[in-house]
């Protein structure tokens, strides 16, 4: 069966301090992968998806950037974060030819 | 344009009882996708459904049951004898073909506090 784990759960940053979010997939080759953004009490926010390795599509421009250095690896990343970059991150996965997607369960970042 | 609309931003109802969250859907697609999902106190989202437009059978599943009608692009969820782990947030979300980008439109959210 196939597994998506992400971390850290929950982390505390500074303002201006780098980010560095990482998620993995087990179980399945070749998925869509998709980090989203959920502001506290606010929905669903599409911040970027990889149909590959290095093919990255961003949804919304902003301090955030993301990576795939390996098929079922996705990092999302900051060189210097900011208050509204709180909130909860959440991986994602979806097999190549479906599209349902399946979420881990999520990093809590809050920016102090 | 794709839209999903949850009135409904948060319904409480006492243990037992049944619960009718709603969600209300627009596209020009036709073929497309409409999933529920169950958010937990916890965070991880939850898969519950996919539906395709061309099957408007009503499904079942334990205590949880969807009611399509694409006459009122509706996808209804009810819960029925409702108890307090059904507590979460609940997302409804449409997609297009599955040879669009597989992106997901959301809804709002509804919050469901069921009271013991």
């Known amino acids: 069966s196939q597994t998506i784990h992400q971390w850290p759960a929950t982390l505390v940053q500074p303002v201006g301090s780098p980010l560095s979010l990482e998620c993995t997939v087990e179980g399945t080759s070749n998925p869509n992968l998709y980090w989203y953004r959920q502001a506290a009490g606010r929905g669903l926010q599409l911040l970027f998806y990889?149909?590959?390795?290095?093919?990255i599509s961003s949804e919304v421009p902003q301090n955030l950037s993301a990576s795939r250095p390996q098929d079922r690896q996705f990092i999302l990343s900051s060189k210097k974060l900011l208050l509204s970059d709180s909130g909860f991150y959440l991986c994602?996965?979806?097999?190549?030819?479906?599209?349902?997607?399946?979420f881990g369960e999520g990093s809590w970042l809050t920016v102090v | 344009a794709q839209k999903v609309t949850q009135a409904q931003t948060e319904i409480s109802v006492v243990e037992k009882e049944d619960v009718t969250l709603d969600c209300v859907y627009e596209t020009r697609d036709t073929t497309y996708y409409l999933f529920w999902y169950k958010q937990p106190p916890s965070g991880e989202l939850v898969f519950l459904i996919r539906r395709n437009s061309f099957d408007e059978q009503n499904e079942i599943s334990g205590r949880y049951s969807w009611n399509f009608q694409k006459s009122t692009s509706s996808f209804n969820f009810t819960i029925t004898a409702s108890q307090v782990v059904d507590s979460a947030v609940y997302f409804c979300a449409l997609s297009g073909p599955m040879d669009s980008n597989y992106q997901l439109i959301w809804g709002a959210g509804t919050k469901l506090i069921i009271k013991p």
């Open positions: 994602a996965w979806s097999r190549r030819s479906g599209n349902t997607i399946y």
């Open positions: 990889s149909v590959g390795i290095g093919q």
